[in-house]
């Protein structure tokens, strides 16, 4: 072992090492033994941590919570109990910033993403971590850290991006995609998941930086990270890369999707932002988001000047809302966003329609409803978009739309179609309210079983079979219902092609969920489902964290 090495320290020991001398507290620690109820009906030996430590103390005299990912346990991925760990502790720290106790949150990320053991419960962990740190941004920097060994990946990359500081190593990765997932997606000519070079010049820590996806790029040293910090802590914080939509909307449009982009390339496109927006050619394809943007706006043409993205405003129920759907395009020059998937176009394109609305409202008392048509296969997998930064794009929209929603705009999510992984992420599960049509084509998770199985060293006839003990990792709306997640399940007679009464009935849930005037994502702990078993792990953990935190 290096001597003052921080990436070869456990999570525990990282965060000791973080907080001043003598002043560690562990909140919810091994002693408590809440730990995952979803891994031994699996087989899997549970952690009575579950791979997240949480530590207040003091760094440099300032009150600071710690949020460290034990990357040794299950690649520290993100299930049920450790996901509300952080979220639960982000959200009371939020507490205490708005009553005006300060306390810097500092996050070490070292994580594969969402544990594919409990799948969509690590979707919906992380969507609100991601929530809490918006809210957080807008009293003290949330610094995260990612050091090494497993890096941050899925959709814990995307929550890295929305940190006001990121501080990386070299040897790191950072990445939504891993190399492996987007060669089973799109093939080894896509991302040779063998190429050590390759892998390191894209997605490692010096890359990032040199592309200005980092802020800090600091040595395996303890007093490195912590000089980091300190300088993070203390720094005056510009816009989030996550704000700068313009900027990082008009490299992706100037990049040549056909070829492989090289860092210098994206380097010159950042450094000369003056260009003209492209024609874009629109097949018009059809698909179930496109179907109902129609139907929900009356057949309005979309203000959009992407193809891809869907948007329009129009009143309903009384009062003017803004609807806004991803749909597919067979001609979009984006070669690895053909069927509907998020993709670098589509993150930024979101952001930008979403946070337009919040602008031209800001003045307003009352604030236009934002409604997302979800029907997402899937993010983008590709080269170009790995090296570009898909995670920032994905994280754009969904700071877009969380940021919407705490400034006082109804958002509601209303799942037409697939609703898988990152993209569901970024469009859709900042939803204070979610409603699905009751449909047995709709799928719902983390990750395509083929991908899903490669990672988990499983067949896919043992992942189908892990799904009958644990319904997080289905992938049919029926189970994801019993987790707690939806308000209602919509029963139509064709979801491709609705009826008027069929649109109707979706009609009347959307206003019942928009009339509800919630801005949080709490709605989620507390439906029927939710209480009786699909989130007693989360309302558990947030119990005890609040009986602990002072």
Wanted: charge should be negative; hydrophobic fraction near 40%.
């Amino acid at each position: 072992m290096l001597k003052n090495s921080f990436i070869e320290l456990k999570g525990r020991e990282r965060a000791i090492a973080l907080l001043d001398n003598g002043s560690f507290r562990e909140i919810l620690g091994p002693f408590d033994q809440v730990e995952s109820p979803h891994l031994a009906p699996q087989g899997i030996v549970p952690e009575s941590d579950d791979g997240v430590i949480i530590a207040k103390g003091t760094f440099k005299g300032t009150p600071a919570v710690v949020l460290s990912i034990e990357g040794l346990f299950q690649g520290g991925g993100i299930g049920e109990v450790c996901g509300t760990k952080i979220a639960g502790s982000l959200e009371k720290a939020l507490e205490d910033n708005k009553a005006g106790k300060k306390i810097i949150p500092i996050i070490i990320f070292d994580t594969g993403g969402v544990r594919l053991q409990e799948a969509n419960y690590g979707l919906l962990m992380i969507s609100e971590i991601q929530s809490a740190i918006v809210g957080l941004r807008d009293y003290v920097p949330v610094i995260g850290l990612i050091p090494g060994n497993v890096g941050s990946f899925g959709g814990m990359s995307i929550t890295a991006a929305l940190c006001s500081d990121l501080i990386m190593t070299e040897t790191a990765r950072f990445g939504l995609n891993g190399p492996e997932v987007i060669e089973q997606e799109a093939g080894i000519s896509e991302f040779n998941s063998r190429d050590r070079a390759l892998i390191w010049n894209t997605i490692g820590g010096k890359a990032r930086y040199e592309i200005g996806l980092v802020d800090q790029l600091v040595e395996d040293d303890i007093m490195s990270f912590i000089t980091a910090i300190d300088t993070a802590v203390h720094r005056e914080h510009t816009a989030p890369r996550t704000h700068q939509v313009d900027r990082f909307l008009s490299v992706a449009n100037r990049l040549d999707m056909n070829g492989k982009a090289t860092k210098d390339k994206i380097l010159e496109l950042l450094n000369n932002e003056d260009y003209e927006l492209p024609e874009f050619e629109d097949a018009k394809t059809i698909s179930r988001g496109r179907t109902w943007f129609s139907a929900f706006t009356h057949n309005a043409e979309s203000i959009s000047e992407y193809p891809t993205v869907l948007v329009a405003d129009r009143e309903f129920n009384g009062k003017q809302t803004r609807f806004i759907s991803v749909v597919p395009n067979a001609k979009n020059s984006f070669p690895r966003a053909l069927h509907g998937e998020v993709g670098l176009q589509e993150g930024w394109v979101l952001a930008k329609y979403v946070r337009e609305a919040i602008q031209e409202d800001v003045d307003k008392q009352e604030k236009r409803n934002i409604v997302a048509i979800i029907d997402v296969p899937s993010q983008a997998y590709g080269f170009n978009e790995e090296l570009f930064g898909i995670h920032y794009a994905c994280a754009a929209s969904a700071d877009g739309y969380a940021t919407a929603r705490l400034r006082g705009h109804s958002v509601t999510g209303v799942i037409v179609g697939n609703a898988i992984s990152g993209a569901f992420l970024a469009h859709g599960l900042q939803s204070s309210r979610l409603i699905a049509l009751n449909d047995d084509s709709i799928n719902v998770q983390a990750m395509s079983k083929q991908s899903a199985a490669r990672i988990t060293k499983r067949t896919i006839a043992e992942l189908e079979e892990a799904t009958k003990k644990v319904p997080a990792m289905a992938y049919d709306i029926h189970n994801y219902y019993s987790l707690g997640a939806l308000d209602v399940l919509v029963d139509v007679a064709d979801a491709d092609q609705p009826t008027a009464e069929d649109f109707q009935k979706v009609s009347e849930e959307l206003i019942k969920a928009i009339e509800a005037n919630d801005f949080t994502l709490g709605r989620r702990l507390t439906t029927q489902p939710a209480v009786e078993s699909g989130r007693k792990s989360s309302i558990l953990v947030r119990s005890k964290i609040s009986e602990q935190w002072n």
